[in-house]
């Protein structure tokens, strides 16, 4: 495979990962090294981990990394060619100068090694990089004989330094708080806010991407639309101008990704099994039915939230922002209201601070309001930083340095009215 391959990690990679961490414990585990011999032992050796050319294998199967969620590596080798394209990648362009090239290729390599070492997949690599000291790593580079691009062993030692003071957050994490703070983790008892009952945080967020009175059969209407089209004229002239594409390269690559006839045709497949009615309204199918007593709490997985409804709804809203204004498609999702997020009387941007901003909002009810979660948020150490990362991958309604910031930030007012509350007593 080469290094300019975009994979299907989105959904498919995204399937096999939650099989893999609810019933894959200890399995065995095996490391090639460059001569292509595979070296039968559990851990990844930090020798191993920063040789550019290791090849990591789990259960067989070869751990592969991403850059911006879907273009996929073996090896970090395999990265370092994927980087210097990009770099010459717009040579002609007065929009890409020598110091945006320097500034691409700092932030390619940071990305594919963090990318490398914290694996949706394999804990090993993480558990090598802290549990070793920065004088065992510096070690471990300075005795590498393979050539490397400049910053490689300063982006390997300042992700050590990360590392050993955050917590990842998400739904299958190893650490039960961690998976507390996503917003996947389910709430038994449901969680009311703006009006409605939600399964979890995940729920509420990805239905509020849909207009109250947008319906699953205008969903088909516009997806048949879309398959008509092609997408390849429409996406190059988002990949040939380096001001658009590289601040919002995860969006481009998720596009890219979603807009073929396959995955088009994958979104209409997965609405009729999951069995919603044509005059269902999606933003309602997506919330807790208290008064129909047939239909049980978690109808929809957090799972399927994300990958079925709200990869569907980012798809609309992302070609919307992303067509000329003279372009009939995005008429056509306007009139569908993929124009912005509504909520009451309110009408926000999809990309916006004001949408991203209802995040911390919806924690508050979340943590702060609901007592044993609050528990559970204000029982990790503050020394260690909350944080967030899969696959290299992101958000553009709310970028992940952002949600990593409300994360860190709702513990603090967690913290800070347990604090208010124990002094009134």
Not at 21 to 34: D, E, F, H, P
Not at 203 to 221: C, E, I, N
Request: with cysteine; hydrophobic share 40%.
């Amino acid at each position: 495979m080469g290094y300019l391959s975009v994979t299907r990690v989105g959904i498919e990679m995204k399937a096999s990962i939650l099989r893999v961490w609810i019933k894959v414990v200890g399995i065995a585990a095996a490391v090639t090294s460059a001569s292509g011999l595979p070296l039968l032992a559990e851990p990844v050796s930090l020798q191993q981990l920063v040789t550019p050319s290791t090849v990591i294998q789990k259960d067989s199967q070869t751990v592969t990394f991403a850059v911006h969620g879907f273009i996929e590596f073996h090896s970090l080798a395999e990265l370092f060619p994927y980087i210097e394209s990009q770099a010459q990648r717009w040579k002609g362009s007065p929009d890409f100068d020598d110091a945006t090239r320097r500034d691409v290729r700092r932030e390619l390599l940071r990305r594919g090694i963090e990318s490398r070492v914290v694996s949706m997949v394999d804990e090993r690599p993480l558990e090598t990089l802290i549990t070793h000291t920065r004088a065992e790593l510096q070690q471990a580079l300075a005795q590498m004989k393979e050539p490397v691009p400049d910053g490689y062993g300063e982006a390997f030692l300042d992700l050590q330094v990360k590392w050993k003071h955050s917590l990842n957050c998400w739904s299958a994490s190893p650490s039960i708080p961690a998976r507390v703070l996503s917003n996947w983790y389910p709430i038994e008892e449901g969680i009311q806010l703006y009006g409605a009952t939600y399964d979890s945080t995940e729920h509420f967020w990805q239905a509020l991407k849909y207009h109250p009175d947008v319906t699953v059969g205008d969903l088909a209407t516009l997806l048949e639309a879309m398959e008509r089209r092609d997408w390849h004229s429409w996406l190059r002239r988002l990949d040939e101008n380096p001001k658009t594409y590289l601040p919002n390269a995860y969006a481009v690559e998720f596009l890219r990704h979603n807009l073929t006839r396959e995955r088009l045709q994958w979104f209409k497949d997965e609405l009729g099994r999951q069995k919603v009615l044509v005059d269902e309204r999606a933003r309602t199918a997506q919330q807790r039915n208290l008064l129909n007593p047939r239909i049980k709490p978690f109808r929809f997985s957090a799972y399927e939230e994300k990958v079925l409804w709200g990869d569907l709804a980012d798809v609309f809203h992302l070609v919307y922002i992303f067509s000329p204004a003279n372009d009939p498609i995005g008429e056509t999702l306007a009139e569908h209201r993929f124009d912005g997020i509504y909520l009451g009387d309110r009408k926000m941007g999809f990309i916006s601070e004001e949408f991203r901003s209802l995040m911390l909002e919806i924690w508050k009810v979340k943590f702060l309001e609901m007592p044993r979660l609050g528990e559970v948020i204000r029982s990790i150490p503050v020394e260690i930083r909350l944080s967030h990362f899969l696959n290299d991958g992101d958000s553009p309604d709310i970028p992940i340095p952002v949600y990593i910031g409300y994360l860190n930030q709702i513990r603090d007012m967690a913290l800070a009215a347990n604090q208010l509350h124990s002094g009134e007593k």
